[in-house]
Nanobody, 124 residues
Framework: QVQLVESGGGLVQPGGSLRLSCAAS????????MGWFRQVPGKEREFVAA????????NYADSVKGRFTISRDNAKNTVYLQMDSLKPEDTAVYYC?????????????????WGQGTQVTVSS
């Protein structure tokens, strides 16, 4: 069983930066695609970014392209989401996801494993 634990959320002012981390309980050499999604109350979970095992393929939502960067360190069993130029509309609970398939899917159904989420609030 794969367990994912997110960290790094918090309160930040508009224009600021945060880096989220997601640590896997097993070697992420055994996990291929990993992704980040976000959700606000009353709305569906929304795709943010995803990355394949090698890091050679990444996908981003249009709303975060150019501001967010996903990366992974397979030796540390960790995937990261660097978030820059944050906006109030980025406020959400951010979830880490993982799957044994290697395609970095944009849909929640493409992932079997999920973390518990970390809150990101962008406000002045």
């Amino acid at each position: 069983q794969v367990q994912l634990v997110e960290s790094g959320g918090g309160l930040v002012q508009p224009g600021g930066s945060l880096r989220l981390s997601c640590a896997a309980s097993v070697s992420i050499f055994s996990i291929n695609a990993m992704g980040w999604f976000r959700q606000v109350p009353g709305k569906e979970r929304e795709f943010v970014a995803a990355i394949n095992w090698s890091g050679g393929i990444t996908n981003y939502a249009d709303s975060v392209k150019g501001r967010f960067t996903i990366s992974r360190d397979n030796a540390k069993n960790t995937v990261y989401l660097q978030m820059d130029s944050l906006k109030p509309e980025d406020t959400a609970v951010y979830y880490c996801a993982a799957d044994h398939n290697d395609w970095p899917s944009r849909t929640p159904g493409g992932y079997d494993y999920w973390g518990q989420g970390t809150q990101v609030t962008v406000s002045s």
